[in-house]
């Protein structure tokens, strides 16, 4: 079985302070892991992926995530907030074996105060 | 390119009433799928299409068919609205991947349905 997990719903940040927000996965195979991004009443937009190539992993806007496979995590770090950058993030992960097996965690709101 | 396209973009409906969700993408995927999002949930895979005439179910299939006549197009149908179906419906789309690998999927802008 696989699973994914997003330890923190919301998560605020001051303009200009770094962000981190935590993704564990279990699986017991190699996955594809992904971190989309949701505006307020938008559809998701990819942010970046791993798929087994490099365990750093950059992305737009200036995040990216580092796949560490002894602690099954996949964590989203920016050095510096925007405001713009306030969002909700998911994390997905896929296993190999099966299309269908898309698993979303629940996501985590980002707030940027001014 | 439009990229994935859904409509309505709103829409209510009374207890048993029926309906289909529209989506379409322009990108000449081989891979469609639709989810619902409800608050806490994350996304849940309702079914899923690799290609032209092939469908197969997700993980919150009830209440819900799909087809797939053509590549571009894949519809989702509510056969009798129950208010448990209230959500925010999205539809993406994606390339087929390689051997142990999964392509980023592209979202439309998501359908909100109220169920009454």
């Known amino acids: 079985a696989q699973s994914v997990t997003q330890l923190d719903s919301h998560v605020s940040v001051s303009e200009g302070t770094p962000v981190l927000l935590r993704c564990n996965y279990s699986?017991?195979?190699?996955?594809?892991l992904f971190w989309y991004v949701q505006h307020p009443n938008k559809g998701l937009q990819l942010l970046l992926k791993?798929?087994?190539?490099?365990?750093l992993v950059k992305g737009i806007n200036g995040f990216e995530a580092e796949f560490k496979k002894s602690e099954t995590s996949f964590h989203l770090t920016k050095p510096s907030a925007h405001m713009s950058d306030a969002a909700e993030y998911f994390c997905v992960v896929i296993l190999s074996g099966g299309y269908q097996k898309v698993t979303f965690g629940t996501g985590t709101k980002l707030q940027v105060i001014p | 390119n439009a990229g994935v396209t859904q409509t309505p973009k709103f829409q209510v409906l009374k207890t048993g009433q029926s309906m289909t969700l529209q989506c379409a993408q322009d990108?000449?995927?081989?891979?469609m799928s639709w989810y619902r999002q409800d608050p806490g949930m994350g996304l849940r895979l309702i079914h899923y299409?690799?290609?032209?005439?092939?469908?197969d179910q997700g993980e919150v299939p009830n209440g819900y068919n799909v087809s797939r006549s053509t590549t571009e197009d894949f519809p989702l149908r509510l056969l009798s609205a129950a208010p448990s179906q209230t959500s925010v419906y999205f539809c993406?789309?994606?390339?087929?991947?390689?051997?142990?690998?999964?392509?980023?999927?592209?979202f439309g802008p998501g359908t909100r349905l109220t169920v009454l």
């Open positions: 699986s017991s195979y190699s996955p594809s």
């Open positions: 993406a789309s994606s390339r087929a991947g390689g051997a142990g690998s999964y392509n980023e999927q592209f």
């Open positions: 299409s690799v290609g032209a005439g092939i469908t």
């Open positions: 791993y798929t087994s190539a490099a365990t």
């Open positions: 990108m000449n995927h081989e891979y």
